[in-house]
């Protein structure tokens, strides 16, 4: 584990990256970083990374063969206008986690994530779990593309004085992190906005430490039914009948939350959708073992607050999936048709 941070609000600018260089690499040669006045500069290769508004812009292109579709530009540029999922004007630490707690499995994850744990969550958009997160003395580092909802990020963590919450821009197939450096990677509904889901989670899942864990979140194939009915009729009714979305409609939240939900569900450029057994090949195809997911793949086993999300569980037989699967048509549409999966890098052999 890491130790405690010393950085100040006003100090912010790489100071993290200067004392854990061993964290970091370059995204495209693998080398050493280090901080300059406004700039992280690669000292294998001498490229310079800008640092803007105090964010380090750790981004590199893809470099796929020009026949492969890439989607990258085109989310970025859909959430530099969009940042997701943004905050409510009144938002501050404590009601961020009084309302992070309220919900079943952020409280879960905040109960369940060792203090002292390094987290990484990989399209962190505007940062409230990262945040949320970092409140309990965990290091938690928040990456993501676009530079809109990082800076609503730093303003939160600096505004709320949340020291162990750190925020770059990185591409999630390019990581400017050294592989199996987290107990925990985080990607919670981005694979699902690349071109290639397999290939960020093949990315991703380099960067957690033999016995760590991954935990990704993906639109369901059956349980998005509802949300592409309703955008089928929003776009032919001119998006009215909002109220059919109870997310879009809540006038307890700000316009602007309402409005990036509504854009992120209805307006997206790119999704795709998938299933757990899809997701449990990944697990096979880079040598992690299932541990968990919600919903779990057994029909009626409900999770309430005594579920050990960490903690291996059966995995259904396909027969109990497509159980589940089918059930998700029904209950799907309360979060936007979405499930999770928790899996672990087996410990290295000794
Ligand atoms: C739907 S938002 C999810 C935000 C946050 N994880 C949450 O659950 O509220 C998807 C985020 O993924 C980011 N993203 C998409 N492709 C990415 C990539 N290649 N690398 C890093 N971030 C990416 C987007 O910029 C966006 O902020
Ligand atoms: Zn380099």
Redesign the pocket.
Known sequence: MIEPSTESRSGARGRFLDRHPDLFCCPGCGGRLATGEASVLCQACGHRFPITAEIPQLFWPNEWDPTKDDV?ER??SF?EAN???NYDDFDSAGTLLDKARRGLFAKLLDDQIPFGARVI??????G??TNFLSIANRTVIG????MS?LRMALDFKQQNGLERAHFYQ????RPSFKPESFDLVI????LH??SDPFL?FQSIARLVRPGGFILV?LYHRYGRLATDLRRALFRLSHDRFLFLDRHASDQNVSREKRRSWFM?QYKNPHESKHTVGEVVTWLYRTGFEFVNSVPKTMPLSPIDESERLFKPQRLGSGLERLAVNLGMIVTGHREGGFFIVIARKPAAKT
């Open positions: 990258t989310m970025k959430y940042p997701f999922p969550e990989c399209g962190c958009g505007t409230q779990l990456v993501d593309l676009c909802s990185m591409n999630l197939f990607s919670n509904g981005v906005h690349t960020g979140g992120d």
